[in-house]
């Protein structure tokens, strides 16, 4: 061992006294120094602090892990370096002491390796027997020997390393365990180590109940869980564990999470601990598990005490949609404290390693649900039937097809951002803008959404109010043909009939995109959006859509953030070809066998065109469009006749947070305009909204090292910034340039643009603001539209600026450009008339 204190080396002895407390006996006393170990000394005493410090928190006497012959402090620990604010071996207590093997500043190649009699003096923790574990030969060895002479006070093994189990080398029937085993990671001297589990039949089985028998996980990274970890001798898990499972009537969450468990023995008593570990999961369970919680808690991101099915309880910590993190959660068999559950495996460990397997190896979800089916039909009785018989005519009924119809017709509108009167800034004389749901009318207030939520568009109880609360905002649109009401009811039946999703109902057409038709329905007992994009092979023009098809399902679905619109579940399907037997190898028609063509299959030029269709199961936003929110002026306070500067910064933050998520992965939108930000009713939300970035068929992906894409020719005209325009060059900062435009358009409560009789063209005061604007905010919009897009900030950049300027908003500390530049000599009325059409 060497001694270097500050800068110098010294020996040892030549330390700095202690100068606060000399403990009663020891022999060496080192202050502020750094110990220079060998390496397998060094791991020696991450090894024994790792031990030492764990809080195994059991209430069980005896099963405490703690150090004897040493009291302990650790500050943090790094791979490299342990910091301890005090550590007292016996005969020596160091104060402010790191531990390292790495050799800085000088040069020193002096280490002796090995020193027994340090070794010895920290190698007693009592009730366990510490084995450290480099690698799966270690692991196996260790398991192997517990089997055959099993250590009576139990084993902690210390995973120094991240562990890959190879099911080819692992023995099919797994490690018996018959003494307490604990699974310790790294997590608490430095990165959390990792199990890959690589779905290995049985990991281990234990034979044995609590208090003698029981497994213990601390600070591990769990991945790639087996089906049926660990199962004890004839439990009604084992063998067949999801039939017996679900025999027991456990909800699926419960089946999903006791890949991991183990039976509960006779004592009631789990025999699984998981302390401080992360469970990768797969996207699918990790979805399922979400929509359970969310479905208890809300949109809040606390809850407690919680009980969703039978055996499945929970105290959530928080959920950010990637990761959930519980306080405690037991499970079939298992208890956890501290516990998170991902679908994104953390810096290091591989890739879920069959990402889209269906869990357990269970029945299909259908049956699943068929089952529930019945059972709510039982249930229910006729209760239900007559559910059904008022929502048949519901659905039928002449009131709500008209709302339908014009709820397609508004969509529409709202998309056709070149449609000139979509520009005419409709204003409702409130101040509060009716979303395409507005059922109340204009009224005071600052809600980003009005009417009553849950509603189909344009029902009538959502209906159209006066005063900004109508269906259309925009009065002089172009007409849209309207759809005969048997073309909507084919539309819907021809969609139920194609997806062939049990879980799936389809309530109405809620609007148009350039490349299908959006649904409302329920999928799973939750309110949906269902977005199909058609395509065609073999016609000039399908590659386009069926990129974009391709993009949209792959971009989206592997999103999970509050601020962008989820995809629960996509598919993507050939349609129904009427008339041919095989457009791959016939050009012959035959005739039509069902008389329904589904939109699927169509002639050109004599030859079959196979239509393709992708259906996109998302989560249905019920506020309408930020489009439709800002033309109804929904941003502006009209009683003080001034902007509402807090709903903007509010509304600007939840949208850099969605777009922080997306740059983080890389991810481009390519098209970010008011008309796909989205709204969703959420009355935890100050505004009553939450935003949600939609519509990923124009973003793309970039590979970590690429800065941007080239030639590329995207996004929505006035959105898009001039270096796509002129270059083609995509980059983040492009997305950062839409973002500029639509905190323009929020704080004018118009479009940046409008419609002239040459044509269309930016509005004369964009992207100027007024005098009386606060000026931090002027000039935070001025830097996103910077014409040169490395001056543009990142998002988080952005974020962080927004956030001090609501804090400042809030304290009532805003300058306005009038404060810092003086008067503006030609009045804000001018600049404002730029918005008057
Ligand atoms: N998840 C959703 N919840 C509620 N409405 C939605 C959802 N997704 C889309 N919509 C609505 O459906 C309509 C069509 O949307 P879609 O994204 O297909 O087309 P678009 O953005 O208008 O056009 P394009 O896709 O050609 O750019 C829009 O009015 C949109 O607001």
């Given at each position: 061992?060497?001694?270097?204190?500050?800068?110098?080396?010294?020996?040892s002895?030549?330390?700095p006294?202690f100068p606060?407390?000399?403990p009663?006996s020891?022999?060496?006393?080192?202050?502020?120094?750094?110990?220079?170990?060998?390496?397998s000394?060094?791991?020696?005493f991450?090894l024994?602090?790792?031990?030492?410090?764990t809080?195994?928190?059991?209430?069980?006497?005896?099963?405490?892990?703690?150090a004897?012959t040493v009291a302990?402090n650790?500050?943090n620990?790094?791979?490299?370096?342990?910091?301890?604010?005090r550590?007292?071996?016996?005969?020596?207590?160091?104060?402010?002491v790191n531990?390292?093997?790495?050799?800085?500043?000088v040069p020193?190649?002096g280490l002796?390796?090995?020193?027994?009699?340090?070794?010895?003096?920290?190698?007693a923790?009592?009730?366990v027997?510490?084995?450290?574990?480099y690698?799966?030969?270690?692991?196996?060895?260790i398991?192997?020997?517990m089997?055959?002479?099993?250590?009576?006070?139990?084993?902690?093994?210390?995973?120094l390393?991240n562990?890959?189990?190879y099911?080819?080398?692992?023995?099919?029937?797994?490690?018996?365990?018959?003494?307490?085993?604990?699974?310790v990671?790294?997590?608490?001297?430095?990165?959390?180590?990792?199990?890959?589990?690589r779905?290995?039949?049985?990991f281990v089985?234990?034979?044995?109940?609590?208090?003698d028998?029981?497994?213990y996980?601390?600070?591990?990274?769990?991945?790639?869980l087996?089906?049926?970890?660990?199962?004890s001798?004839g439990s009604?898990?084992?063998?067949?564990?999801?039939?017996?499972?679900?025999?027991?009537?456990?909800?699926?969450?419960?089946l999903y999470?006791?890949?991991?468990?183990?039976d509960m023995?006779g004592?009631?008593l789990?025999?699984?601990?998981?302390?401080?570990?992360?469970?990768?999961?797969t996207?699918t369970?990790?979805?399922?598990?979400?929509?359970?919680?969310?479905q208890?808690v809300g949109?809040?991101s606390?809850g407690s005490?919680?009980?969703?099915?039978?055996?499945f309880?929970?105290?959530?910590?928080?959920i950010?949609?990637d990761?959930?993190?519980?306080r405690?959660?037991?499970?079939w068999?298992?208890?956890?404290t501290?516990v998170?559950?991902?679908?994104?495996?953390p810096?290091?460990?591989?890739?879920?390693?069959?990402?889209?397997?269906?869990p357990?190896?269970?029945e299909?979800?259908?049956?699943?649900?068929?089952?529930?089916?019945?059972?709510?039909?039982?249930?229910?009785?006729?209760?239900?039937?007559?559910?059904?018989a008022?929502?048949?005519a519901?659905r039928?009924?002449?009131n709500?097809?008209?709302h339908?119809?014009?709820a397609v017709?508004?969509?529409?509108?709202?998309k056709?951002?070149?449609?000139?009167s979509?520009?005419r800034?409709?204003?409702?004389a409130?101040?509060r803008?009716?979303?395409?749901?507005?059922?109340?009318?204009?009224?005071?207030?600052?809600q980003?959404?009005?009417?009553?939520?849950?509603?189909?568009?344009?029902?009538?109880?959502?209906?159209?109010?006066?005063?900004?609360?109508?269906?259309?905002?925009?009065?002089g649109a172009?007409?849209?043909?309207?759809?005969?009401?048997?073309?909507?009811?084919?539309m819907?039946a021809?969609?139920?009939?194609?997806m062939d999703?049990?879980h799936?109902?389809i309530l109405e057409?809620i609007?148009?995109?350039?490349?299908?038709?959006?649904?409302?329905?329920?999928?799973?007992?939750?309110?949906?959006?269902?977005?199909?994009?058609?395509?065609q092979?073999?016609?000039?023009?399908g590659?386009?859509?069926q990129?974009?098809?391709i993009?949209e399902?792959?971009?989206?679905?592997?999103?999970?953030?509050p601020?962008?619109?989820s995809?629960?579940?996509?598919d993507?399907?050939?349609?129904?070809?009427?008339g041919?037997?095989?457009?791959?190898?016939?050009?012959?028609?035959?005739?039509?066998?069902n008389?329904q063509?589904?939109?699927?299959?169509?002639?050109?030029?004599k030859r079959?065109?196979?239509?393709?269709?992708?259906?996109?199961?998302?989560?249905?936003?019920?506020?309408?469009s930020?489009?439709?929110a800002?033309?109804?002026?929904?941003?502006?306070d009209?009683?003080k006749?001034?902007?509402?500067?807090?709903?903007i910064?509010d509304t600007?933050m939840?949208?850099?947070g969605?777009?922080m998520?997306l740059?983080?992965?890389n991810?481009?939108h390519?098209?970010l305009?008011?008309?796909?930000v989205?709204?969703?009713?959420?009355?935890?939300?100050?505004?009553?909204?939450?935003?949600?970035?939609?519509?990923?068929?124009?973003?793309?992906k970039?590979?970590?090292d690429?800065?941007?894409?080239?030639?590329?020719?995207?996004?929505?005209p006035?959105y898009?910034?001039?270096?796509i325009l002129?270059?083609?060059?995509?980059?983040?900062?492009?997305?950062v340039y839409?973002?500029?435009?639509?905190?323009?358009?929020m704080?004018?409560?118009?479009?940046?643009?409008r419609?002239?009789p040459?044509?269309?063209a930016?509005?004369e005061n964009?992207?100027?603001?007024?005098?009386?604007?606060?000026?931090?905010f002027?000039c935070l919009v001025g830097?996103?539209?910077?014409?040169?897009?490395?001056?543009?900030?990142?998002?988080?950049?952005?974020?962080s600026?927004?956030e001090?300027?609501?804090?400042?908003?809030?304290?009532?500390?805003?300058r306005t450009?009038?404060?810092?530049?003086g008067?503006?000599?030609?009045?804000?009325?001018?600049?404002?008339?730029?918005c008057?059409?």
């Amino acid at each position: 061992m060497q001694g270097r204190c500050g800068a110098h080396w010294r020996s040892s002895a030549s330390c700095p006294a202690f100068p606060y407390r000399i403990p009663a006996s020891p022999q060496l006393t080192l202050t502020n120094c750094t110990l220079l170990l060998p390496p397998s000394e060094y791991k020696y005493f991450t090894l024994w602090t790792l031990l030492a410090t764990t809080v195994v928190h059991m209430d069980e006497v005896g099963l405490q892990l703690r150090a004897s012959t040493v009291a302990i402090n650790a500050k943090n620990g790094t791979n490299e370096t342990i910091q301890f604010e005090r550590l007292t071996g016996s005969g020596l207590d160091l104060v402010n002491v790191n531990l390292t093997y790495i050799v800085r500043a000088v040069p020193y190649t002096g280490l002796v390796l090995d020193n027994p009699v340090l070794i010895q003096s920290f190698g007693a923790v009592p009730n366990v027997t510490l084995v450290p574990i480099y690698d799966l030969s270690d692991l196996m060895a260790i398991l192997h020997a517990m089997q055959t002479a099993p250590i009576v006070q139990g084993v902690a093994l210390v995973i120094l390393r991240n562990i890959t189990i190879y099911p080819e080398v692992w023995p099919s029937g797994g490690y018996n365990v018959t003494q307490p085993l604990l699974i310790v990671g790294q997590s608490n001297v430095g990165q959390t180590t990792w199990i890959d589990f690589r779905r290995v039949q049985k990991f281990v089985r234990v034979l044995g109940c609590l208090p003698d028998v029981y497994i213990y996980i601390q600070g591990m990274h769990l991945v790639n869980l087996p089906n049926g970890l660990i199962h004890s001798e004839g439990s009604a898990l084992a063998g067949a564990p999801a039939a017996a499972a679900k025999a027991q009537g456990l909800s699926d969450v419960t089946l999903y999470l006791t890949n991991l468990g183990v039976d509960m023995c006779g004592t009631g008593l789990p025999s699984l601990f998981l302390n401080s570990s992360t469970l990768i999961i797969t996207y699918t369970e990790f979805r399922l598990v979400h929509n359970v919680v969310m479905q208890s808690v809300g949109t809040s991101s606390k809850g407690s005490d919680v009980v969703v099915g039978s055996q499945f309880n929970y105290d959530i910590g928080t959920i950010v949609l990637d990761n959930m993190h519980f306080r405690s959660i037991l499970g079939w068999g298992w208890n956890g404290t501290s516990v998170d559950l991902t679908y994104m495996c953390p810096t290091g460990p591989p890739l879920l390693y069959f990402n889209l397997y269906e869990p357990m190896g269970g029945e299909p979800e259908s049956k699943r649900l068929r089952w529930w089916q019945i059972a709510l039909i039982v249930i229910g009785g006729v209760l239900f039937l007559a559910l059904i018989a008022s929502l048949i005519a519901w659905r039928t009924s002449v009131n709500r097809l008209r709302h339908e119809v014009e709820a397609v017709k508004s969509a529409h509108m709202d998309k056709k951002s070149s449609d000139a009167s979509a520009d005419r800034d409709t204003v409702s004389a409130g101040g509060r803008l009716g979303s395409s749901h507005a059922g109340n009318g204009g009224g005071a207030g600052s809600q980003l959404v009005v009417g009553s939520p849950g509603g189909p568009k344009g029902s009538p109880n959502g209906g159209g109010g006066a005063g900004g609360g109508g269906t259309s905002d925009d009065s002089g649109a172009v007409q849209f043909d309207r759809p005969p009401l048997a073309v909507l009811n084919s539309m819907m039946a021809s969609l139920t009939q194609e997806m062939d999703d049990q879980h799936l109902t389809i309530l109405e057409v809620i609007g148009q995109g350039g490349f299908g038709v959006v649904y409302r329905g329920i999928w799973k007992g939750l309110n949906v959006a269902v977005k199909t994009i058609t395509f065609q092979d073999r016609v000039a023009g399908g590659e386009k859509a069926q990129h974009r098809a391709i993009l949209e399902a792959a971009i989206s679905s592997s999103l999970a953030h509050p601020n962008v619109v989820s995809t629960y579940s996509y598919d993507i399907k050939p349609l129904t070809v009427q008339g041919v037997s095989d457009p791959d190898t016939s050009d012959s028609c035959q005739s039509p066998s069902n008389g329904q063509n589904g939109g699927g299959m169509k002639i050109i030029d004599k030859r079959p065109v196979l239509d393709w269709k992708l259906y996109l199961i998302q989560e249905y936003c019920d506020g309408g469009s930020l489009r439709t929110a800002i033309l109804k002026r929904k941003f502006f306070d009209s009683k003080k006749g001034e902007p509402r500067m807090e709903m903007i910064l509010d509304t600007c933050m939840e949208l850099t947070g969605g777009l922080m998520h997306l740059h983080e992965r890389n991810i481009i939108h390519g098209d970010l305009n008011p008309n796909n930000v989205l709204l969703k009713r959420d009355s935890s939300k100050k505004y009553g909204a939450i935003c949600k970035i939609a519509d990923f068929g124009l973003s793309i992906k970039m590979s970590a090292d690429q800065s941007h894409i080239s030639n590329m020719r995207r996004g929505t005209p006035f959105y898009t910034c001039p270096q796509i325009l002129s270059r083609g060059n995509m980059t983040k900062a492009a997305d950062v340039y839409s973002m500029g435009v639509m905190m323009w358009e929020m704080y004018h409560c118009c479009m940046s643009y409008r419609s002239l009789p040459s044509g269309f063209a930016a509005r004369e005061n964009f992207p100027h603001f007024p005098r009386k604007a606060a000026h931090d905010f002027a000039c935070l919009v001025g830097s996103c539209l910077d014409s040169e897009p490395s001056r543009r900030p990142t998002f988080v950049q952005l974020r962080s600026e927004l956030e001090s300027q609501l804090l400042a908003f809030k304290r009532g500390g805003v300058r306005t450009g009038e404060d810092v530049l003086g008067p503006d000599p030609t009045g804000d009325a001018t600049h404002l008339n730029g918005c008057q059409d």
